[in-house]
């Protein structure tokens, strides 16, 4: 599957928007002919346009190397899925193709309504699903009927978040409503990379990014061995489950719990992971998700996860006890509620496609159902005496020295201390190191006893 929420290079980008340039300007060729014919023969002979778009008009054309075009190819779209999906693109790419739409029934003074579609102010076109069913359709009945099933919660269209009809009044026909191409659709066919949500009341997290590399991360040994399995799922996962036949298999995804004290690393290795994958990682902002009132919580983590399926996010729970504690016994109906939100949960995190990472300070806070799902648990202890070392080498700036006095390996080997904690000292003693030369006029000595 296309990723359109990775970044590339502005060249490969713009040799990706070339590419599916390129291959939207056949389709959008192709339509054209199609709604030519259309039209020839509706006004031809009205009564005798029943047949569909795959028995009588023009074939499609044979595209190659662009994003577009793997998508067609991936999900084996009909002609007539590939109509719905042009004719949604034309109102962003090539709105003068939608002109013809606006001939006028001179019988009766007034738009034909057989084309369906909508008028804003200014008179512009937007088609609707009954245009989408008079080009395919004309006026067979059977084709109409099955259009439907194009907008149906499973049907890739759906599943990719790529296509969908708008609201309608009730009691209003289906296909009177707009097509609507979503961000994530409008990504996959011009290769450009969908905007990103800002956090606020309808996406309730934040990106979380790092200017770090993997060499500033310090851990032990063992728990880095198993980051590095999570690295290998990233880079070889879609193979696994795609080209080797694995997908009816496993689960989609990959869910992980990084359990340890405070400042151990948590964070910042899910910041790592998205960065070396290339996938964007958003931490989850629980005072945004977390409400008293009854379904609101569920409710604000479903706008989070239906921005991020199909996009191979990292979706990172800081203190995740808050939202995956273990369930009580049911004595009210607070429990009851309470234990939705768990069940909501679960089922969530084992459908979703992208990477979900749990941090908490103890394993045993997590509800034993998300344990069982994890395909990686991974505990982050306290660091060592040497790994402490590593950690106030790395934390000193540049252009502080050291006073003659200090002795870092009796520090590291005396005092426990994580890594925040030792940024901490660090942030600390350098402000005061800059306080005495501002005072002094001298170079600054961090860290002096």
């Known amino acids: ?10 060249v490969r980008q713009a040799k990706a928007v070339a590419q599916n340039a390129h291959d939207l300007a056949l389709d959008f060729v192709w339509f054209t002919q199609v709604v030519d014919a259309r039209f020839k023969r509706y006004f031809a002979d009205p009564a005798g346009s029943d047949c569909a778009v795959d028995e ?47 001939t006028r029934n001179q019988t009766f003074e007034r738009q034909f309504t057989e084309f369906g579609g ?10 609707t699903g ?8 004309g006026t067979a009945l059977a084709p109409r009927l099955q259009l439907q099933g194009l907008f149906e919660p499973g049907h890739w269209f759906a599943r990719l978040r790529l296509l969908r009809l708008g609201a309608v009044e009730p009691g209003e026909p289906l296909l009177k409503a707009a097509l609507q191409l979503g961000d994530e659709g409008l990504a996959l066919c011009t290769g450009l990379p969908p905007p990103r949500p800002g956090l606020g009341p309808d996406f309730a997290a934040r990106r979380l990014e790092t200017a770090l590399g993997w060499s500033d991360l310090v851990l032990h040994p063992d728990t880095l061995a198993q980051v590095q399995e999570i690295l290998v ?44 994958s290339g996938r964007e ?36 729970f800081d203190e995740a006890d808050a939202l995956f504690g273990k369930r009580s016994d049911t004595r009210d109906a607070h429990d009851r509620y309470a234990n939705q939100e768990v069940s909501y949960l679960l089922q969530r995190i084992e459908t979703f496609d992208g990477i979900v990472i749990l941090a908490s300070n103890q394993r045993d806070n997590i509800d034993a159902a998300f344990a069982r799902r994890f395909e990686s648990i991974i505990y982050y202890p306290m660091p060592r005496a040497e790994e402490r070392l590593r950690l106030w080498r790395q934390s000193l700036p540049a252009k502080a020295s050291l ?26 003693a350098c402000l005061q190191a800059l306080d005495r030369a501002a005072a002094s006029s001298t170079m600054p000595a961090c860290c002096s006893r």
């Not at 190397?65 to 999900?75: D, K, N, P």
């Not at 629980?286 to 989070?304: A, D, M, Q, R, W």
């Open 233 to 276: 799922w990233l880079r070889h996962g879609a193979t696994l489950l795609d080209d080797w036949g694995m997908r009816p298999k496993l689960r989609p995804g990959h869910r992980a719990l990084f359990y340890g004290p405070p400042g151990t690393g948590k964070t910042m290795t899910a910041a790592l992971l998205g960065k070396a």
């Open 1 to 10: 599957m296309v990723n359109p929420s990775v970044n590339p290079s502005p």
């Open 403 to 428: 006073a003659a006095d200090l002795d870092l390996p009796q520090i590291a080997e005396r005092y426990p201390l994580c890594g925040g904690a030792i940024l901490n000292a660090v942030r600390w």
């Open 56 to 102: 009588s008009l023009p074939e499609p054309p044979v595209l190659a190397g662009s994003a577009y075009a793997r998508l067609l190819h991936q999900q084996r779209a009909t002609p007539v899925e590939r109509l719905a999906l042009v004719l949604a693109l034309l109102p962003h790419c090539q709105p003068q193709l939608l002109d013809i739409f606006h």
């Open 118 to 127: 909508r008028r804003d102010a200014a008179g512009d076109f937007s088609p």
């Open 281 to 316: 990682v958003y931490q989850i902002d629980l005072s945004l998700v977390v409400s008293k009132y009854i379904g609101e919580t569920e409710k604000n983590l479903s706008k989070v996860f239906d921005q991020a399926q199909h996009r191979e996010w990292i979706l990172f």
């Open 130 to 137: 009954q245009t989408l069913a008079f080009i395919v359709a």
